[in-house]
């Protein structure tokens, strides 16, 4: 029982360090292996449609943490995420269909093109705040489509035909399907990355990242150097949408330009205000939200998915206006002074 | 494969469980189909920026249903699953792969999008899930050696290019031909077709110019194609350049044999703009009967079509052209279900589509017949030139077969 009850109590605590102070090391070490046993069920649970669902959704949980760090813990709104996103998935798009690369080996490649790309939009985001900057980003995620298909790089990016790559086998050793592999590879490499993100955002550079958000002036007076800052916070960001994509390009075996339309800044945007502002555990149920509801939105009304995919956000958003996270912040709060009073 | 079998007995199981019949037979016969089902699923965008196609997939539905309340297909009820993409690549995997391990269709029929479709190309030849009549017009469709689970439908850009080719070489076999294409898979299989034709011949009788979907004229393609002394121009280039380029080569008193893609000919985007009296003369082509055209008023294919959408789509606007597409493409798959018997196998229903013999259809042009062979995937493959006469088209000549490559 003690377990049950741990559980979401302690990982909704997660994104507040404050919080996470007061959690004896058992319990924890407790919700780690919960976190393990739950990601790793759907496994055996799962067929295999479900499981790449989970997958894409996983993925799509992935870049919107990368938007998160950027617009949730540093306030700079960027629509232009999808944009990063495309970029991850052709880096290891053309290495593997081009060179013949491992899978495995793409990886930290894309994740160095696409942080140096993100650390270039970082410059002129130094000087744009606020919507002018959240405009400029659009004009990035409008511009990639067309730039893929461009001559220059018709050759590389296989134009509008796009690019078709083969998904990693699983080693001889594990008996998985492909589909289980795939997702134990996602599953692992999101764990690190949230991990990491976790770990980044609850120390130091954490706390500079949100202070910068809130009152710029008063941290540039405690010191911190906040072009420095906003720059680096745009490549990190950049670098976790750009592994998502990375990702979504070897699950789905296939990228094309209309595959990184405006539309996936914008799901992943939705993604991150469902699923929680400045929410590590609400990037998930972000990922979750964007790939399951348009889905729901579908069996609702076939004639019109879009408007049912509009009530239900905006009905969402009326009842949680700070997200999912935000929700399980204050049930948590809630549950906790039930239990002293 | 052993999630495929046990996927398979789990199906069977359900099935049975819930018929509840002391019934020996498997309930399900072959993959999405039952004693008195089959599945059939599609994909299309129901929403987003090119949800205006999505008319397509009511047409089927309601095709499906005339069909269901006449009896269905050997013995069977056709129960039609439509899912929405948005026409995105990644989204249409996804709900292909719901409706084949999900819903588990016998086979898919009439996906929209040549990109989206590309998506799963390969997913659904692994599988070996018949991937049918796809709604785009790319030749790439057309490729059994490699593909053999997939087919396409309406003649591809490709095959309109070797019917323009074929006729030129009727005409004119001496021709000068300057080509004005696209930079892109749309323009290129004009190149493709015309080559395809002329073969070694290409290089000596054609002058290529290219423009990019981006360009804001074209005008210097047009006067360089000029130069070179073409007396034959064909172009494969989008309705905005369309109408510049018909102005253009009119104004410079330039009268060559103008051969304009079908996708850029509608008379209020191109010939209007471009001026109706500048266009007269220009050639295209066509495979469709177009419902405006008032030679068809009392076509009785035409009427057939007219009782189907009032009776079964009262509030579709009849003068959508993708309702009289969507019925032809719709009967041409319920002939191949007819021709399947009672055996509906993937493996047979593939063959069949891929065997039709020559088929004529209410809502396409009089002589021509959708048909596939095993080695030929082009299952539209004839068209009929159209002439701009400063008002309309008007057909013209014999119904013409693109080569078979």
Same mark, same amino acid.
């Given at each position: 029982m003690s377990s049950a009850t741990g559980l979401p109590e302690g990982v909704a605590a997660a994104p507040v360090p404050v919080a996470e102070a007061g959690t004896?090391?058992?319990?924890?070490?407790?919700?780690?292996?919960?976190?393990?046993?739950?990601?790793?069920?759907?496994?055996?649970?799962?067929?295999?449609?479900?499981?790449?669902?989970?997958?894409?959704?996983?993925?799509?949980?992935?870049?919107?943490?990368?938007?998160?760090?950027?617009?949730?813990? /540093?306030?700079?709104?960027?629509?232009?995420?999808?944009?990063?996103?495309?970029?991850?998935?052709?880096?290891?798009?053309?290495?593997?269909?081009?060179?013949?690369?491992?899978?495995?080996?793409?990886?930290?490649?894309?994740?160095?093109?696409?942080?140096?790309?993100?650390?270039?939009?970082g410059f002129p985001a130094l000087r744009l705040a606020g919507h002018y900057l959240a405009l400029t980003t659009f004009a990035l995620a409008v511009a990639v489509p067309q730039l893929l298909k461009h001559?220059?790089?018709?050759?590389?990016?296989?134009?509008?035909?796009?690019?078709?790559?083969?998904?990693?086998?699983?080693?001889?050793?594990?008996?998985?399907?492909?589909?289980?592999?795939?997702?134990?590879?996602?599953?692992?490499?999101?764990?690190?990355?949230?991990?990491?993100?976790?770990?980044?955002?609850?120390?130091?550079?954490?706390?500079a990242l949100m202070a910068t958000r809130d009152h710029p002036t008063a941290a540039e007076a405690m010191g911190m150097d906040i072009a420095s800052l906003k720059t680096k916070a745009f490549a990190v960001s950049a670098l976790v949408t750009g592994i998502a994509g990375s990702?979504?390009?070897?699950?789905?075996?296939?990228?094309?330009?209309?595959?990184?339309?405006?539309?996936?800044?914008?799901?992943?945007?939705?993604?991150?205000?469902?699923?929680?502002?400045?929410?590590?555990?609400?990037?998930?149920?972000?990922?979750?939200?964007?790939?399951?509801?348009? /889905?729901? &939105?579908?069996?609702?009304?076939?004639? &019109?998915?879009?408007?049912?995919?509009?009530?239900?956000?905006?009905?969402?958003?009326?009842?949680?206006?700070?997200?999912?996270?935000?929700?399980?912040?204050?049930?948590?709060?809630?549950?906790r002074r039930g239990g002293t009073s | 494969m052993n999630t495929t079998r046990r996927s398979l007995l789990l199906g069977a199981g359900a099935g049975?469980?819930?018929?509840?019949?002391?019934?020996?037979?498997?309930?399900?016969?072959?993959?999405?189909?039952?004693a008195n089902e089959i599945r059939i699923g599609s994909t299309n965008a129901l929403s987003g920026p090119v949800s205006s196609y999505s008319v397509i997939s009511r047409s089927h539905e309601a095709l499906f249903k005339r069909l269901n309340e006449q009896g269905g297909v050997g013995g069977k009820?056709?129960?039609?699953?439509?899912?929405?993409?948005?026409?995105?690549?990644?989204?249409?995997?996804?709900?292909?792969?719901?409706?084949?391990?999900?819903?588990?269709?016998?086979f898919c029929f009439n996906q929209l999008g040549t990109p989206t479709n590309s998506a799963i190309h390969r997913y659904m030849n692994q599988r070996k899930v018949p991937h049918l009549f796809l709604a785009t017009g790319a030749d790439k469709w057309a490729n059994p050696?490699?593909?053999?689970?997939?087919?396409?439908?309406?003649?591809?850009?490709r095959v309109e290019a070797q019917i323009y080719a074929r006729y030129i070489l009727d005409q004119k076999p001496n021709a000068k031909i300057g080509l004005l294409y696209q930079n892109d898979d749309f323009g290129k299989d004009y190149l493709n077709g015309v080559r395809d034709v002329l073969g070694a011949r290409f290089d000596a009788m054609v002058k290529t110019a290219t423009n990019e979907a981006t360009d804001p004229t074209i005008d210097s393609q047009i006067v360089q194609l000029q130069g070179t002394g073409a007396d034959v121009l064909i172009c494969g280039i989008v309705p905005r350049h369309a109408a510049q380029a018909i102005r253009r080569v009119?104004?410079?008193?330039?009268?060559?044999?103008?051969?304009?893609?079908?996708?850029?000919?509608?008379?209020?985007?191109?010939?209007?703009?471009?001026?109706?009296?500048?266009?007269?003369?220009?050639?295209?082509?066509?495979?469709?009967?177009?419902?405006?055209?008032?030679?068809?008023?009392?076509?009785?294919?035409?009427?057939?079509?007219?009782?189907?959408?009032?009776?079964?789509?009262p509030e579709g606007d009849q003068n959508d052209n993708n309702y009289t597409y969507a019925y032809a493409a719709g009967l041409t798959m319920i002939q191949v279900l007819r021709n399947c018997g009672t055996d509906f196998t993937r493996e047979n229903v593939m063959k069949q589509a891929t065997s039709l013999a020559p088929l004529e259809l209410p809502t396409l042009l009089p002589g021509i017949r959708v048909q596939s062979q095993p080695t030929n995937y082009n299952v539209g493959r004839q068209m009929q030139l159209q002439r701009w006469n400063g008002r309309s088209w008007e057909r013209f000549g014999n119904i013409i077969e693109g080569a078979s490559v």
């Open positions: 004896p090391a058992w319990q924890r070490l407790l919700l780690v292996a919960g976190g393990v046993i739950l990601a790793l069920a759907p496994l055996w649970l799962l067929e295999s449609f479900h499981l790449f669902q989970l997958t894409m959704a996983v993925i799509m949980a992935l870049a919107v943490l990368g938007l998160n760090i950027v617009t949730g813990y /540093n306030g700079q709104i960027s629509l232009g995420h999808g944009a990063f996103f495309a970029v991850g998935a052709y880096c290891t798009a053309i290495l593997m269909s081009h060179f013949d690369w491992s899978f495995w080996w793409t990886l930290p490649v894309s994740a160095a093109v696409c942080a140096t790309v993100g650390f270039g939009i001559k220059a790089v018709e050759d590389w990016t296989g134009g509008v035909q796009g690019l078709f790559l083969v998904k990693p086998d699983p080693p001889a050793f594990l008996p998985v399907t492909p589909d289980q592999w795939i997702y134990l590879v996602v599953v692992s490499i999101a764990a690190v990355l949230f991990f990491l993100t976790w770990n980044l955002i609850r120390g130091r550079i954490g706390r990702l979504s390009a070897v699950a789905i075996e296939f990228v094309a330009p209309d595959s990184f339309t405006i539309f996936v800044s914008i799901t992943l945007f939705v993604g991150m205000v469902a699923g929680g502002v400045a929410s590590i555990l609400g990037s998930l149920f972000g990922g979750l939200f964007v790939l399951f509801v348009p /889905n729901i &939105a579908e069996s609702i009304s076939k004639a &019109a998915p879009g408007v049912i995919y509009g009530i239900i956000l905006i009905g969402l958003l009326f009842v949680m206006p700070d997200g999912f996270a935000g929700l399980l912040r204050r049930l948590t709060a809630r549950l | 049975a469980a819930t018929l509840a019949l002391p019934n020996l037979a498997p309930a399900q016969e072959a993959p999405g189909v039952t009820r056709v129960n039609f699953i439509v899912y929405d993409d948005g026409y995105q690549p990644p989204r249409t995997l996804e709900q292909t792969r719901r409706l084949v391990e999900q819903d588990r269709v016998a050696r490699e593909f053999p689970w997939t087919i396409g439908f309406q003649p591809s850009y009119h104004d410079m008193g330039w009268r060559p044999m103008f051969f304009m893609t079908n996708v850029s000919i509608s008379a209020s985007v191109v010939m209007t703009p471009a001026g109706p009296e500048k266009g007269v003369g220009v050639i295209t082509s066509d495979f469709r009967k177009d419902q405006s055209d008032p030679a068809w008023a009392n076509d009785a294919g035409m009427n057939e079509w007219r009782g189907f959408m009032r009776q079964y789509l």
